[in-house]
């Protein structure tokens, strides 16, 4: 079947080449489809905020505040807490990072393909979402250092047919969530590696695209490894698949006007990367398997 190789040759393709097929989409931008949950910077108050260990200074948009734009639906990077708080990997690192620079966090809840915009903007200071370093994000934010890797995986139900990343042409729809790589992947022309926009539904957020597999509204969700083994604990009938692929790394988006913030994070994490902080907290999350 011509669909099926072409499909099984572009997989090979993404493995091959990681984030390479990425490149020709637009990255985060833009799909700012409303429903931001939350917190929202007071604009302007630009202040220079005391630096704790790091060196140099820089400009917050809230004075003592570090304000994180991120997406609590991805799990366990970030998710609500049934007290309306915020949990995960990011929120710990940022709080352990907003230390050490001398400021508090405020979580900005928002739509994952909102982020960089309120960060290249200056609503936001940083972003953290188990955000993918793209050269297409590059062109509007800069990336930190990175903390941690990801593959995107398939989940199915139980009784899928697609058994292999191959089968995955099979789908007749994929869905994922918007403004993603997993998004990106996908959708990209089956020359690019991709299975082509027609058969991919973009959904606001993993939870929802999984609840649609279960529906049978999609044939398949592409998504990150961690939080698809969340999505898939949370939802008996649903599977991941063994084949991973495209390696990504997680860094935190600063503004491109703002290189002090970037190194005085970049100093921060380093520190929390040698003393341990960053794989205990990595560990509270994700148990070693
Ligand atoms: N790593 C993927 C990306 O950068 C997905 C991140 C989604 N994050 C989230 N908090 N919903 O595109």
Redesign the pocket.
Known sequence: MRFKKIAAAALTAVMGFGLAACGSTSG?TASASGSSAATTAAAGATTTAASGSASGSFTTAEKGVLHVA?????PP??STTDDGGFTGI?IDLANAIAEKLGLTVTIDNMD?GSIVAAVSGGKSDIGM????V?DERKKSVDFTDTYAN?KQVIIVTDDSDIKTPDDLSKAGKIGC?E??????LCSDTPENGGYGEDHVIAYN??IIAVQALLSGKVDAVV??AE?AKEYVAANPGTKILDTAFAD?D?AICVSKNNPQLRDAVNKALKELKDDGTVKKIIDKYISAS
Do not use: L, R
């Open positions: 985060g991120t997406n609590a639906t991805f990077y970030e990011d994952f979402a188990g955000m993918s793209t990801s969530q403004g993603t790589t997993g998004y990106m957020n993993g998504i990150d939080p990504e997680y």
